[in-house]
């Protein structure tokens, strides 16, 4: 029973579409995350939401909109995809905000053609 | 500005030795550090982790320590096992509002070889 589960696990798309990423965690956590892996492997945080409420907004372009229709899902959607979009997408959560131990998706391979 | 650094992207041990993978930071409020590991095709895992008020933490055959002077910690992998094989990542968080904030360094690749 996976704790933390991404769809999809990649995607492909061409630029200039609109694509989201779905998250969901059954841990009861409540705080989720997003982060972003890049060609360098860097491992970036994007935003957080602690019970639904955005806590962290990085300096991200705002074609990214996270959504968070209650505290077990935390869904990302990008508009006008560019190729430097492409990267790797990990949502995590963790049980309290303030602490460690994140518990990590498998992520989400994009791939913007 | 990486205020976490991993300045091996790669190390290989035999089977059996010990295996220390490096970090560095440079903001001195972080309070709290972590380890995690990676295999391919998933996301990282919890492995380990230490506050700032201590400079050791034991977990089986991992041990963290953290040396607040010079602002650098490191994982021991005592002995190593070919299913160690993985990338390892350090991150460090800070106090206060910016607590829920893991800061990741770039990896470390390590490969133990049997």
């Known amino acids: 029973d996976t704790a933390v589960s991404q769809t999809p696990k990649y995607l492909v798309t061409q630029m200039g579409n609109d694509k989201s990423i779905k998250c969901e965690q059954n841990?009861?956590?409540?705080?989720m995350y997003w982060y972003k892996q890049d060609s360098k492997k860097f491992l970036k945080i994007m935003f957080s939401?602690?019970?639904?409420?955005l806590i962290i907004n990085e300096t991200v372009p705002n074609r990214f909109s996270p959504k968070s229709p209650d505290k077990a899902h935390l869904n990302l959607h990008i508009n006008s995809l560019e190729l430097g979009d492409s990267a790797v997408y990990f949502c995590a959560s963790s049980q309290l905000w303030g602490a460690g131990g994140y518990t990590f998706g498998s992520g989400t391979r994009l791939t913007v053609v | 500005d990486q205020q976490v650094k991993q300045n091996s992207p790669s190390l290989s041990v035999q089977e059996g030795r010990i295996s220390i993978l490096n970090c560095d930071y440079t903001?001195?409020?972080?309070?709290?550090f972590l380890w995690y590991k990676k295999y391919p095709a998933e996301g990282p895992t919890f492995l380990i982790s230490?506050?700032?008020?201590?400079d050791k933490n034991e977990d089986g055959r991992f041990t963290v320590f953290l040396n607040k002077s010079a602002k650098h910690l490191s994982l021991h992998i005592v002995p190593s096992q070919p299913g160690d094989s993985a990338v390892y990542f350090c991150a460090a968080s800070g106090a206060g509002n910016q607590g829920g904030k893991l800061i990741f360094g770039q990896g470390t690749e390590l490969s133990v070889k049997p």
């Open positions: 903001n001195s409020m972080f309070d709290y």
């Open positions: 230490i506050s700032s008020i201590k």
């Open positions: 841990l009861g956590h409540d705080t």
């Open positions: 939401y602690n019970n639904k409420e």
